[in-house]
């Protein structure tokens, strides 16, 4: 009985059902083997000999197939139909070879198929095969490859750059578009332009909008119109001219439908309508190809298996009748740069099953098999059909010209089931709306209606917009700015290395989710953001390894690599003259004292670190102490700017803005040289100690209190943070109480030494825990301990009441409390005078007590000097509010944390 092994469980237990009982499936979970993560995995000196090693996870799964193959004669690799699948299959019969699993007799064949449907597996196991040999050698080239810029160029990034993780051979390439994109917004200047409308009117009473496209016999340019007062002198020309319709051109039009998904084209349109990053779309193709509802997700092919084609062709007569189905099938070119590695486009196995007929509870699943459906049945419909009209509008001096467009759909064809979505589409002067009956000939006058309303519009739109329009409000001139290139999204990055000719569709998901993981990049808004630490990297290598991170460069190396897998080179070749030129730019840059490498990135940053100031004075002057000059250095945590008198003057900020803005930076250092650092994090900014290292995994961070902002933090304040819990004092019973934040809030913890464990009380105001007494302390605890399933305190017993305060208003109690009587106003508490009892207190010892208590440290000045600047008695006090729990509290440490509460 043969042994068929694939990838996944999932999959094994899908084959398993079509083959039935004649066939021991198993998975291998992925790949089995991988290079060892030390020095010398590829062995340069020996022609690139490779030692390979099975993980851990792997042996259990290796034995399972070892095991099943002493009472089977067979064994087949089902592994996926691509490059890696091909590998898995040589790495598994490598390793059962090397175990003595199989040998010399046994068979060992190779089947693939590029659907999990049974007639594709049942045919496919009709022709096997062997493993591929040119396929498995464009394999090894790119894992030698991968290795040996990752291994030998990021132990140089770790030694020159402080806080680098890693390089690699297309993620920094990857990471460098980001960097260089955030380079040019930084760099943009916009530029002002004005259009013009005119709402116009037909005889019959019909308006319709129309542009300005001449002015004075000259056509416009988009920048010809500069300022307010061209456009309001272009609106004047306008409105002293009687115009009429010159011209009505109409033209028929049609839109074809875009091809099938291809790996790339699912990515990009998963991210424009679902907001998926790569990651996760093709997480949720692969459970789809396991379930058998589509084809292999991880292609180059653009082209359609024939059949597909007809039972597309048959779903889309019976869905939408025959006017919507084209004479002949569309056929579309595989655009894949080596047809040995392309496959099917992703497609449905059964193109009459739309999303509401797959099982799965899954939403992205789901939302991902509806757009496949709807994409593949799109692209062999009819295509749609219909009608654009250009309107030119003259004065008859010839002096002004406008134009109205417009657009009617005469026949929607496969719009009717998909239309692909757009990449950051910029706001157009063009209204391509539906145009009302216009004749040549026939006056255009300016209607009764008012453009006012196109203003305001275009004011939420943009800001910055301004208007001019004419007396009757029918011409409107609207200002416009040039817009900075858009940031990258994952979709437009992955459109952008496609056309580059960077990487391959199979690798893009695990590229973008790298330099997201190296917190190289930021995903905010579902644009990329490089942060400090990627751009310095990305300057380092622009610089020390220009080539390697070149677009040209990466893209020819892929074409070889594709050369390898199509047989046509040879890939230890390929290595070799690589790996000569690189393995010598490592050596020179090895070579390199830190302070050069910063004096180089320094000056390649200069433009963006140090920008030209307002006031023509020296960017590179300390504006703290006026003397130093600023200065780029690096830490764990990236890249930030210090002066050059450090550590007499402590002026950092953050490589993108200035000291002040919101954002991390680092504060200074702590009396022992540790780097004290301000950041963000997910649940608000937090301060920091230092940075984490094998001895120490978990540094010192505190999160900012309410009402403490990250403009405003100091290095005095986040050593305070820092240095919590806070001791209060010793309990009267024993026991020290402590202040801190937690995941709750504020709070006291205490432990008499007959509790087995802490007692926890909240505090509601942050400042609480920087301010509070002993007195209160112990009230706020012996609360808690009588009322301790509560949340909130017990209220204490009144055993009299004095009356009104006379100065300031407010009730004067005496209260019983845990360790004796005690005089309360407000939040000031009082104890009594040695060897006074409750009944003996007058009115005016307790003022005098109270007034004597709130001239003491702690939250009680601040009732004090209230107490002297009233001049009336104040209204009777609201009972507070319970205590509230803050994200910033949810931020400090867990071994801080109350978490016996």
């Known amino acids: 009985m043969p042994v068929v092994v694939v990838e996944s469980p999932a999959k094994a237990k899908t084959i398993n059902k079509y083959l039935g009982d004649g066939y021991t499936v198993l998975a291998s979970y992925g790949h089995v083997r991988d290079l060892p993560a030390k020095d010398g995995s590829v062995d340069t000196e020996n022609g690139f000999d490779m030692t390979w090693e099975v993980g851990p996870d792997s042996r259990k799964h290796v034995k399972a197939i070892a095991d099943a193959l002493k009472d089977d004669n067979a064994l087949i690799l089902a592994t996926d139909p691509d490059r890696e699948g091909e590998a898995i299959s040589w790495h598994l019969e490598e390793t059962l070879r090397k175990r003595k699993a199989i040998n010399k007799d046994t068979p060992v064949s190779r089947v693939v198929f590029n659907a999990i449907t049974k007639s594709a597996v049942t045919e496919a196991m009709k022709n096997p095969r062997q493993v591929d040999a040119p396929l498995v050698e464009a394999y090894l080239a790119r894992r030698a490859l991968d290795y040996l810029v990752g291994f030998n160029l990021s132990p140089v990034l770790w030694r020159k750059l402080p806080g680098a993780r890693s390089a690699g051979r297309v993620q920094s390439v990857c990471l460098r578009l980001i960097v260089e994109r955030e380079m040019e917004i930084e760099a943009f200047t916009a530029r002002e332009y004005w259009s013009v409308k005119a709402l116009l009117t ?26 307010a007062t061209q456009a309001e002198m272009a609106v004047q020309a306008i409105t002293s001219r009687a115009l009429t319709v010159t011209s009505v051109e109409a033209k028929p039009a049609s839109r074809n439908p875009s091809a099938p998904f291809m790996t790339s084209t699912l990515q990009q349109e998963a991210s424009r309508k679902f907001g ?18 589509i084809t292999y997700m991880r292609t180059d092919g653009i082209d359609m298996a024939p059949e597909a084609v007809m039972a597309a062709r048959d779903a889309i007569k019976d869905r939408f009748g025959p006017e919507y189905l084209p004479k002949s099938p569309r056929m579309y070119k595989n655009k894949a740069k080596n047809a040995q590695e392309a496959h099917e486009c992703i497609r449905p196995t059964d193109m009459t099953r739309d999303a509401g007929h797959i099982k799965t509870s899954d939403a992205d699943q789901r939302k991902l098999y509806d757009l496949i459906w709807k994409r593949t049945l799109a692209c062999q419909m009819e295509a749609a059909r219909m009608e654009r009209t250009t309107v030119e509008i003259g004065s008859n001096d010839g002096q002004v010209g406008l134009r109205a467009t417009g657009q009617v759909m005469l026949f929607e064809g496969f719009l009717k089931v998909y239309e692909e979505g757009r990449d950051d589409v910029p706001t157009g002067d063009d209204d391509d709306g539906r145009l009302p009956q216009i004749m040549q000939g026939e006056p255009a006058a300016f209607a009764k209606s008012s453009l006012r309303s196109e203003f305001a519009r275009a004011s939420d739109w943009a800001e910055t917009t301004a208007a001019v329009l004419s007396p009757n409000e029918s011409i409107l001139g609207l200002q416009h700015f040039t817009q900075a290139p858009p940031r990258y999204t994952e979709a437009t990055l992955v459109k952008k290395m496609e056309e580059l000719g960077i990487g391959r569709p199979s690798t893009y998901a695990s590229v973008l989710t790298t330099i997201q993981d190296r917190e190289y990049v930021r995903k905010e808004q579902n644009r990329l953001f490089p942060e400090d630490k990627g751009r310095i990297v990305t300057i380092f290598l622009i610089n020390f390894f220009r080539k390697y991170v070149g677009y040209e460069f990466t893209a020819n190396l892929e074409e070889d690599l594709d050369r390898v897998s199509a047989g046509e080179a040879d890939y230890k070749e390929i290595l070799a003259r690589f790996w000569r030129d690189f393995s010598a730019a490592i050596a020179e840059t090895s070579e390199l004292r830190i302070t050069e490498v910063l004096d180089v990135l320094d000056a390649a940053l200069s433009p963006t670190l140090y920008p030209p100031r307002e006031d023509g004075s020296d960017p590179r002057q300390c504006p703290l102490c006026g003397t130093g000059q600023l200065h780029l250095k690096t830490s764990r945590s990236g890249g930030f700017v210090g002066c050059g008198n450090y550590p007499e003057c402590r002026y950092t900020r953050p490589i993108g803005g200035d000291a002040g803005e919101n954002g991390d930076r680092i504060l200074g250092q702590d009396e022992a040289g540790n780097e004290i650092s301000l950041r963000s994090g997910r649940f608000g900014p937090y301060v920091q100690r230092g940075e984490a290292t094998e001895e120490n995994k978990k540094p010192d961070r505190a999160s900012l209190p309410k009402g403490w902002t990250a403009e405003a933090m100091t290095l005095e304040k986040a050593l305070t943070l820092l240095s919590l819990p806070r001791d209060v004092g010793q309990h009267p019973e024993g026991g020290m109480i402590s202040a801190n934040f937690g995941r709750f809030g504020p709070y006291l913890m205490h432990q008499l030494p007959d509790e087995a464990k802490p007692v926890y009380a909240n505090l509601k105001d942050p400042n609480d825990v920087f301010e509070i007494g002993m007195n209160r302390a112990v009230e706020l605890l012996a609360a808690k301990r009588a009322n301790p399933g509560g949340r909130g305190r017990a209220a204490a017993k009144a055993l009299r009441d004095l009356g009104e305060h006379p100065e300031n208003g407010g009730p004067i109690q005496i209260l019983e409390g845990r360790y004796g009587p005690y ?14 009892e409750p009944d003996d207190v007058t ?30 008695p104040a209204a009777k006090k609201a009972a507070p509010k319970k205590a509230t729990t803050t994200k910033a509290a949810a931020k400090a440490p867990a071994k801080r944390a109350a978490a016996g509460k």
């Open 843 to 872: 009115m005016e010892m307790a003022v005098a007590a109270i007034a004597a208590k709130a001239t003491k440290p702690g939250k009680a000045r601040k009732t004090a000097a209230k107490a002297t600047t009233a001049k009336k």
């Open 276 to 293: 998926m990053g790569a990651k996760q779309c093709m997480s949720a193709a692969q459970r789809l190809y396991e379930a058998g509802y």
């Open 202 to 227: 037909t005889p019959r009473g019909q308006d319709y909008e129309a542009r300005l496209v001449s002015l004075a016999g000259k056509k416009l340019d988009k920048f010809d119109l500069e300022n």
């Open 823 to 836: 005089i309360k106003w407000d939040k000031v508490n009082a104890t009594l005078p040695k060897g006074t």
